[in-house]
């Protein structure tokens, strides 16, 4: 037990996109490498990558052009951006180390580039937030001092890896996490010369999905609160008091 909170509270640190002192569970290249792990089987779980290749570089294009932004330049991490083929869920998804992901349901809800732009901005503060190697070294507190030990030494076993990829793919982000990454996502709209604003037209959409009994599973990995809206368009004042430039 002792082991298990020195592993936890012993690998604190500030990150420099949010300033907030966290507990992480591995370096940035385990980050990667976890997400490239990953990576299959998210793409596998919803229908593989999508057959357009024109609307997959489109997707990755707006990406990249995201990572120009001043503050995401020369980032440390391995950004890929992925369409999937899946029509019928409306998702978005980041592993650790910068693999995105957006669905065939959402991307055709979404009416501009700037509204996708919106979405994969959103993901990229998910990894730049760290919120999975957070997350993760939370479990692993919990797990006690099998599984920190595990970690602590380096123990990259065919099972540890598996129980890792499992808990990434199915990880879910709370609240905080969440408001934290539209924050982070309007920010890097900006900087990239998108509308910030589109942001809220991607929440509109989701609402207006949701409208009947059966809710998109955007919701069910992105907690949805009521003033998620409110939030936004008063953390957009906030950046711009003058109002977005045109």
């Given at each position: 037990?002792?082991?298990?909170?020195?592993?936890?509270?012993g690998?604190?640190?500030?990150?420099?996109?949010t300033?907030?002192?966290?507990s992480?569970?591995?370096?940035?290249?385990?980050?990667?490498?976890?997400g490239l792990q990953a990576?299959?089987r998210?793409?596998?779980?919803?229908?593989?990558?999508?057959?357009?290749?024109?609307?997959?570089?489109?997707?990755?294009?707006?990406?990249?052009?995201l990572?120009?932004?001043?503050?995401?330049?020369g980032?440390?991490?391995?950004?890929q951006?992925?369409?999937l083929?899946?029509?019928?869920?409306?998702?978005?998804?980041?592993?650790p180390?910068?693999?995105?992901?957006?669905?065939?349901?959402?991307?055709n809800k979404?009416?501009?580039?700037?509204q996708?732009?919106?979405?994969?901005?959103?993901?990229i503060?998910?990894?730049?937030?760290?919120?999975g190697?957070a997350?993760?070294?939370?479990?692993?507190?919990?797990?006690?001092?099998?599984?920190?030990?595990?970690?602590?030494?380096?123990?990259?076993?065919?099972?540890?890896?598996?129980m890792?990829?499992g808990?990434?793919?199915g990880?879910?982000?709370?609240?905080?996490?969440?408001?934290?990454s539209?924050?982070?996502?309007?920010?890097?709209m900006?900087?990239?010369?998108?509308?910030?604003?589109a942001m809220?037209?991607?929440?509109?959409?989701l609402?207006?999905?949701?409208?009947?009994?059966?809710?998109?599973?955007?919701?069910?990995?992105h907690?949805?609160?009521?003033n998620r809206?409110?939030?936004i368009?008063?953390t957009?004042?906030?950046?711009?008091?003058?109002?977005?430039p045109?």
């Amino acid at each position: 037990v002792a082991f298990s909170l020195f592993s936890y509270y012993g690998k604190s640190e500030v990150n420099p996109y949010t300033g907030r002192e966290q507990s992480v569970a591995m370096t940035k290249g385990q980050e990667i490498a976890l997400g490239l792990q990953a990576a299959p089987r998210m793409t596998e779980q919803y229908g593989g990558l999508d057959r357009s290749a024109k609307d997959r570089a489109r997707v990755q294009a707006i990406g990249e052009r995201l990572l120009k932004g001043e503050s995401l330049l020369g980032s440390d991490y391995r950004y890929q951006f992925h369409l999937l083929a899946d029509a019928k869920t409306l998702n978005a998804f980041a592993l650790p180390g910068g693999q995105l992901f957006i669905t065939r349901g959402l991307y055709n809800k979404l009416t501009s580039d700037a509204q996708i732009a919106g979405v994969m901005a959103h993901e990229i503060g998910h990894v730049v937030g760290r919120h999975g190697a957070a997350q993760m070294a939370k479990q692993q507190l919990t797990q006690g001092l099998a599984s920190a030990a595990g970690v602590a030494a380096g123990d990259n076993s065919g099972a540890q890896m598996a129980m890792m990829v499992g808990q990434v793919v199915g990880m879910k982000y709370g609240r905080e996490d969440e408001l934290e990454s539209d924050t982070l996502g309007l920010r890097f709209m900006a900087q990239a010369g998108y509308d910030p604003r589109a942001m809220v037209g991607v929440m509109k959409v989701l609402g207006a999905a949701g409208g009947g009994k059966r809710q998109p599973a955007f919701f069910s990995t992105h907690p949805n609160p009521e003033n998620r809206i409110e939030v936004i368009e008063q953390t957009i004042q906030q950046m711009f008091p003058q109002g977005v430039p045109e």
